[in-house]
């Protein structure tokens, strides 16, 4: 990934990338070619010194039974928002400015390792619940269901680990633009609806353009 200076996420963003994330992108190179399949997954910061993602597929998915050449790739993305040069307080001083995108992005690497045992899936299944039903007033929970039900559910999937090697993480959130021009971005992203994005922005001001 291509990462400018500006846009370098440090320690403590990679980790809340990692553990606040969504679903993620897990890329595998084979001998049948690269294959892609987006599925949720939970941090597991215990496993080796990088910590692993956990996720699984669908059993009928034919991805999880192809063996990886080399490393695997999980791409895991934050919020992310179009932004238009009429922000900019530069568009009415010089007009040289154009259009970008800002986002927040990490290419997680490592060894790809599949789970096909009830019990690690069980654990798994109940991390990911907890994980995404924790803001519900009424947090939905695998004991809910018949439990017939439930053993049947974890027989149609299959894990997968990410044993984390690498990272390379960025956060593009206009650190590069005049300080009038970050106070347009926030305004405009914040006008538009998109109230965590305008946080990022400010957040990541760098500390000269206050």
């Not at 894990?159 to 090697?165: D, F, N, P, Q």
């Amino acid at each position: 990934m291509y990462v400018p200076g500006h846009f370098a996420m440090d320690d403590a963003a990679v980790q809340e990338l990692l553990t606040h994330h969504g679903a993620g992108d897990l890329v595998t190179a084979t001998d049948q070619g690269l294959v892609s399949t987006l599925l949720p997954f939970v941090q597991d910061p215990t496993v080796g010194s990088h910590g692993a993602l956990l996720g699984h597929f669908a059993r009928n998915n034919p991805h999880w039974q192809l063996t990886p050449i080399g490393e695997a790739m999980v791409i895991l993305r934050g919020p992310d928002a179009y932004i238009t040069p009429n922000w900019y307080a530069s568009k009415s001083e010089h007009g040289r400015v154009v259009p970008t995108w800002n986002y927040v992005t990490a290419h997680v690497y490592g060894e790809l390792v599949i789970h096909d045992d009830v019990e690690w899936l069980g654990g798994l299944v109940r991390r990911l619940t907890e994980k995404h039903e924790a803001g519900e007033a009424r947090p939905w929970s695998p004991e809910d269901a018949p439990p017939a039900f439930v053993a049947g559910q974890l027989r149609a999937i299959v894990g997968v680990e990410l044993r984390i090697s690498r990272i390379e993480a960025k956060a593009k959130l206009s650190q590069n633009r005049p300080a009038a021009d970050i106070d347009g971005v926030v305004e405009g992203t914040r006008a538009r609806g998109d109230v965590e994005m305008a946080r990022l922005v400010d957040e990541a001001r760098p500390v000269d353009r206050v």
